[in-house]
């Protein structure tokens, strides 16, 4: 649970970082838009993954719901 607990820190940062947000913007624009909800239940696929493929993966989910950041 520690892994992923770091692991789902570190994709929110650097979704802060690419998306130019502090990073509790990161995480208010994550929570509401489902990309927290998303990084919880694909941790098993996401964190094999590099965080340039996360970013765009959390990207693509809150657009879907609702986002507005591209």
Do not use: P, R
């Not at 998303?38 to 959390?58: G, I, M, N, R």
């Amino acid at each position: 649970m520690e892994k992923q607990i770091s692991w789902t820190t570190a994709a929110i940062n650097e979704f802060a970082k690419a998306k130019s947000l502090t990073k509790k913007q990161a995480f208010n624009y994550l929570s509401l838009f489902k990309g927290f909800d998303f990084l919880q239940k694909h941790y098993e696929a996401e964190h094999l993954l590099s965080f340039e493929d996360t970013v765009d993966d959390l990207t693509d989910i809150c657009l879907k719901n609702g986002g507005l950041i591209k």
